[in-house]
């Protein structure tokens, strides 16, 4: 009998145990949880190849578009282009048509489908690639709802006040650390007219005007301003999030499944993926309780067009590439020699001076 009661007193014990680390843990999985549900239940109604491909290229590519629209009018364009060059088109037509070939470039067998399909074959692949798409953005709205607010303080401090997780109306610039980061840089937050004027609308705000947020330590410099710019913690946070997986956000990776990154084998950071991060991150600090790339008051297109219209620029691309070396390195630190410094006195850093030396001799003697 004692033995019969010792070991109901130890169940109860265990019990009561897993039940006190269950609740201890509910929260931490939370994020985690709500995302591998949403892509589970994505992969189960979206197995199709083209929405499946639709994902990854809104994600990293270009996320504000109709790709019905993009591969008809890319499909025509490519005939006139025989009798013309791209660069007679304007500058939005020449973007999407970039879009089109990664697009075609990026989906083997694609190019074949589209020319020799009907009209209707058309939209229905572009249907697909754009329910995938929109999908993918979605998802992702949802998760980061809730996950961003675990990145607005340091950790281990408490947001005061609080936020709620799935209402989003207190957030923006009705609350005080939401609306420091979303104020737009050169704006004084701390000035009391200037925050009563954001929160009231009074100031509105555009796409093009960039929140502090993007910067590193949410600090801007007027006179310099690609200091810190795209780089700031809550960006990384919220592009692991996404790409390597809720878990990884922490220092080191906690997620038994895989990424999205590693799902499509993607290695570097590209432009696209980066102005989508940040497009994401600005919606959920936002009040706004809908994406939509129409709507006025965030501003959510605008907003993307202008990151990649930086990101693109010719004229900057020295501060673009020097840019995007640092995020691979951030969030892909091994995936290729290429992003490695290499060390000044190391054989390879001896052979390419050589060369170097060499091409400019050779330069020298034929001018």
Known sequence: MKIILLLNLCANVVAQHFILARVKRRRLCFDLLQSYLADFASNRTSSNPLVLHGRHFGRTVFAMCNYPALLTAGILRLEELRDSSIEDYPADVRREHRVFMELID????????????????????????????????????????????????????????????????????????TGALLCPAGLDWSNAETKQSLKSGETAVRGDQWPMFLYAGYVYDPEDPWTGLLKSEILVFGFKHVFTSPSSVDKEPKATRSGNAYLHGMKSVTQGSLAYIATQIRFSLS???????????????????????????????????????????????????????ISKNSTLSKIREKRAVLQERAAMGTT
């Open 106 to 177: 990026s989906y083997p067998g694609l190019l074949d489908h589209l020319t020799n399909g009907e009209e209707e074959d058309i939209i229905h692949l572009g249907e697909l690639m754009g329910k995938g798409a929109s999908g993918a953005r979605g998802d992702d709205t949802k998760t980061l709802k809730s996950a961003v607010l675990e990145w607005l303080v340091p950790r281990g401090q408490a947001l005061i006040p609080p936020l709620s997780r799935n209402i989003k109306s207190d957030r923006g610039f009705n609350h005080e650390v």
């Open 287 to 341: 009040s706004s309780s809908i994406f939509s790339r129409t709507d006025t008051v965030t501003d959510s297109e605008n907003f993307y067009h202008s990151i990649l219209d930086l990101l693109e620029d010719p004229d900057e691309s020295k501060e673009v590439v020097d840019l995007m070396t640092w995020w691979t390195r951030r969030i892909f630190p091994n995936s290729s020699s290429s992003q490695r410094c």
